[in-house]
């Protein structure tokens, strides 16, 4: 009876320790870190992988995870250097380098942080007036993340970057804003206005510079053809002309030839139209002379 009752106390036992053996073997994910502490003390960062700590002498004092996080503050008050208070609520996107740091740098670290981004927020904002921390949004951005970033260092936190989610001014601020973007885009409306009218003018300028351009080069060249054409015509006539002097030259024409011509010459020029016409004398004889060769061709002339 010894024998069993002892052999069912060793079976607990070994129960028991295989309890605690299992209950202590520890599977650390992908992208997460414990922080382990032996008799209260830091002794090491289990990364991911199996690990077995010793029962009732380790103990997981911080899981941490080392994935890239996002934190979004709510909005601060943050007055201008103009007097003017706003509220401005940030983002920040931060990872744990050090889970070390992290769990033994400061007392709840993303407080911290919160407090850190208001502070400087706040020391940023005020050397700006409103119009620029409207416009410099980046400006601010870069400032307070170089801030951070050296600040957190000790806590093993690095700040990735950090973004002004809003910037709410107050509302009487906001509407004189919208009654300046209005009038500011009235005023591009109109200058956009004048100048399409301004190009508008120009192009019909031009067109019509352009068009009595060419009518004056159409009439341009229409005179030119034509004072070509009269050259041309004169100068036919002239060769013309030439060219008949030229043959008269050859031919040696005698002078009752000559007066032959003249006589026929001026009675086409009378054409049966003209009252009177004075005939010189030189072809009044050669029309004598005419008179009697037509007698002897008819036998009328006197015998010697």
Do not use: C
Not at 151 to 175: S, Y
Not at 188 to 200: F, P
Not at 247 to 270: D, W, Y
């Amino acid at each position: 009876m010894d024998g069993v009752f002892g052999f069912i106390i060793m079976g607990i036992i070994i129960f028991i320790l295989l309890v605690i053996i299992i209950g202590n073997i520890k599977i650390v994910p992908q992208a997460h870190a414990y922080v382990i502490e032996r008799l209260g003390a830091y002794t090491a960062t289990w990364g991911t992988g199996l690990h077995v700590k010793i029962p009732f002498v380790d103990k997981i004092s911080k899981r941490v995870s080392l994935k890239e996080q996002v934190v979004d503050f709510p909005p601060q008050p943050v007055i201008t250097r103009d007097n003017v208070t706003m509220q401005i609520d940030t983002v920040v996107y931060f990872e744990i380098t050090d889970p070390k740091l992290y769990t033994y740098g400061v007392e709840r670290p993303l407080s911290a942080i919160e407090n850190l981004t208001a502070t400087t927020l706040r020391n940023i904002i005020g050397d700006l007036e409103l119009d620029n921390t409207l416009t410099s949004r980046d400006t601010i951005n870069d400032k307070i993340r170089i801030i951070l970033d050296e600040a957190t260092d000790a806590w093993g936190i690095k700040v990735i970057r950090v973004e002004l989610k809003n910037i709410l001014p107050p509302r009487e601020i906001q509407d004189a804003m919208e009654k300046q973007m209005k009038a500011e885009r009235e005023r591009r409306a109109r200058i956009l206005d004048a100048e399409g009218e301004k190009r508008s003018q120009i192009l019909v300028a031009e067109g019509m510079k352009e068009s009595a351009i060419l009518k004056a080069d159409a009439v341009k060249e229409q005179k030119i053809r034509e004072a070509q054409g009269e050259a041309e015509a004169i100068l036919t006539v002239q060769k013309a002309n030439a060219d008949a002097l030229k043959m008269l030259n050859e031919a040696a024409p005698n002078n009752q030839v000559i007066q032959l011509k003249s006589l026929e010459a001026f009675g086409r020029a009378a054409d049966g139209k003209a009252t009177k016409i004075i005939i010189p004398s030189d072809i009044q004889g050669l029309a004598g002379n005419i008179a009697s060769i037509k007698e002897i061709w008819n036998g009328d002339a006197p015998k010697v």
